[in-house]
């Protein structure tokens, strides 16, 4: 029988490394250079504890999934690195983590979480619609419009989080 369980890391661990290159790989496959001219700078200090929280999700010694979140105010939370390993999409390992993070983030005090996702990732649109997150663009049929000026292609949601919110999700 398998064994799962949601793990802290350090942002640079080098366990992440593989991880963190299928994520790149899958956001360079889906849009190129797109976001080279407006790169967000991360620094990692940002990811650690107690503002900052990095986990992964293990199963049998193995990371199958990740996220991270950050702070982006005071009271808010900002969700990222969010991903599941290829192989095993469509198992709600995604679900897990953003639970798992929005459970962390409300026990380091935040009371909102924001988040972003990129115009061709319609799966991740849905993921945070179902789950509650507003989504702070008009929802469009063609979401191919933010990749366009004056948009920067990244869809902005946001979600309050309490005690009533955490628990109904799990």
Known sequence: MSQQFFREVHPEADELQPILTGLFGEYAARYGD???????????EWYLPPRGLFIVLERDGEIIA????KPYD??????????TRSDL???GLALLI??????RALRAGYQRVFLTT???QPEAVQLYIGHGYQPQFT???DMEVYGKPPHDGRLRFLKVIDV???????
């Open 34 to 44: 797109f976001f080279k001219k407006n790169q967000e700078i991360e620094l990692t």
């Open 66 to 69: 990740m996220g991270a979140y």
């Open 74 to 83: 005071d009271v808010t939370a900002e969700l990222k690195r969010i991903w």
């Open 89 to 91: 999409r469509r198992q």
């Open 98 to 103: 953003l639970q798992e993070l929005e459970r």
């Open 118 to 120: 990129g115009f061709r």
């Open 139 to 141: 929802l469009l049929e």
């Open 164 to 170: 009533h919110s955490v628990a109904q999700a799990s």
